[in-house]
Structure formats: structure tokens, C-alpha cells
């Protein structure tokens, strides 16, 4: 079965950091993309960020040159590493795979900004 199991997020000040991480099971991890979803309160889900098989990264220009996206194969993880922390970062966070024609999604998780 697969799952993807979020951990990290909580609250930040304007100017902080905080570390999301994304844990899959049930999948070929390394032949996956994986991307990072957003959706601010009010507002529609909008992509963050990705992630290729190959370690190919996008990034929105929202969060070009704050936020990192890495992987790890081993670990079957792939984490969202966010610095210079905005209050516009606030948002509920969620990470999602394409797998086998389907869409997988992680469980969310809420990420506060304060100023």
C-alpha cells in the first residue's frame, strides 16, 4: 500500500526556518518524482516545488532561493528545507506523488509564519 507520511512544520517567525519531510512506502521511491504542495488559508493548492528522479529541481518563484528541496533514495524521504521564512509561507503543506497513474498525497502539514 503506498503512503506518504509527513513530518515537521509548526510555527516560525518571519526571517525563520523550518524543515519538512516527506516519507514514502509501498513505491519504487527512487523512479518517483515528488513534489511539494501548498494551500494558504482561503486560497487554492499551489505547487512549491519538485523534485525528479534524477534529482532535476523546480522551485516556484515564490520560493526560488528560500526553500530547498533534496532527496534521499536511501531513506526513501524527500524533504523541504525552508529559510527566510515569510508570513505569505503560512499554509498547510502537502506532499504528493504520481504513481502508477495515480495521485498519492501526504497527510498535510500546517506551517505558521508569525511577524
Known amino acids: 500500500q503506498v503512503q506518504l507520511v509527513q513530518s515537521g512544520g509548526g510555527f516560525a517567525q518571519a526571517g525563520g526556518s523550518l524543515r519538512l519531510s516527506c516519507a514514502a512506502s509501498g513505491m519504487i521511491f527512487s523512479n518517483e518524482a515528488v513534489l511539494w504542495y501548498r494551500q494558504p488559508p482561503g486560497q487554492l493548492r499551489e505547487l512549491v516545488a519538485d523534485i525528479s528522479s534524477s534529482g532535476t529541481t523546480y522551485y516556484s518563484d515564490s520560493v526560488k532561493g528560500r526553500f530547498t528541496i533534496s532527496r534521499d533514495n536511501a531513506k526513501n524521504t524527500v524533504d523541504l528545507q525552508m529559510n527566510s521564512l515569510k508570513v505569505e509561507d503560512t499554509a498547510v503543506y502537502y506532499c504528493?506523488?504520481?504513481?502508477?497513474?495515480?495521485?498519492?498525497w501526504g497527510q498535510g502539514t500546517q506551517v505558521i509564519v508569525s511577524s
Open positions: 504528493n506523488v504520481n504513481y502508477n497513474w495515480q495521485d498519492y
